[in-house]
């Protein structure tokens, strides 16, 4: 199956500070998501993004699907923003089926 | 709109025991997924129901099941439980391929 690896594993950052998540799948995809998780476990939708670049706000997203990778960026970072970020894809023929990276776990301080 | 609805919210049960967990999908929302999230595996997909079918299944074993309605709410169901079933349960609806999440029920199993 699609394996889906997050990098870095872990990230502190100060507030003010930009950052990029990174995450590499193995094999061709028709669905990615990144989702922010917050700490009651709700899963909060970032972006759709198959391929392409998105924008919404501080955050953007590029998928690059021939070369199997995404970047999640993160602008003017703010306390609000800490928690574990999270990368999914999803294969041709897997319905509905996310498969899940390790996430990233963010920590923003004043 | 709504957004996916899940309960109950928290669980706690014992071994051997068996529960039910509901979801109801975004208005006009046809799929449901289930996943489990624990430290140790991360986020792994459980099954998708689609017009009351299984359309996809996880590598779970037989204990866990579920079921779709016609009003595309589902539940599924864990039997004979234990220790390790203890996780967050998230379902997602969706109507194409973006997914978007409940705010999940947290069993604990004693």
């Known amino acids: 199956g699609i394996q889906v690896e997050q990098s870095p594993p872990d990230l502190i950052l100060q507030e003010g500070a930009n950052s990029t998540l990174r995450c590499n799948f193995s094999d061709s995809v028709n669905n990615l998501q990144w989702f922010h998780q917050n700490p009651w476990g709700q899963l909060i939708n970032l972006f759709y993004?198959?391929?392409g670049t998105k924008q919404n706000g501080r955050l953007s997203a590029t998928t690059v699907a021939t070369e199997r990778y995404s970047l999640l960026y993160i602008s003017s970072s703010q306390t609000t923003d800490s928690g574990v970020y999270f990368c999914a894809v999803g294969g041709a023929g897997g319905y509905n089926k996310l498969i899940f990276g390790a996430g990233t776990r963010l920590a923003v301080h004043p | 709109k709504a957004g996916v609805t899940q309960t109950p919210r928290y669980l706690i049960k014992t071994r051997g025991q068996q529960v039910t967990l509901s979801c109801s999908p975004i208005?006009?929302?046809?799929?449901v997924s289930w996943y489990q999230q624990t430290p140790g595996q991360g986020l792994q997909f459980l099954f998708e129901y689609f017009s009351e079918t299984q359309r996809n299944k996880g590598n779970f074993p037989g204990r866990f099941s579920g079921r779709q309605f016609s009003n595309s709410r589902s539940e599924m169901n864990v039997s004979t439980l234990e220790l390790g079933d203890s996780a967050l349960y998230l379902c997602a609806s969706s109507r194409g391929n973006e997914q978007f999440f409940g705010p999940g029920t947290r069993l604990t199993v004693l």
């Open positions: 208005s006009g929302h046809r799929s």
């Open positions: 993004i198959p391929s």
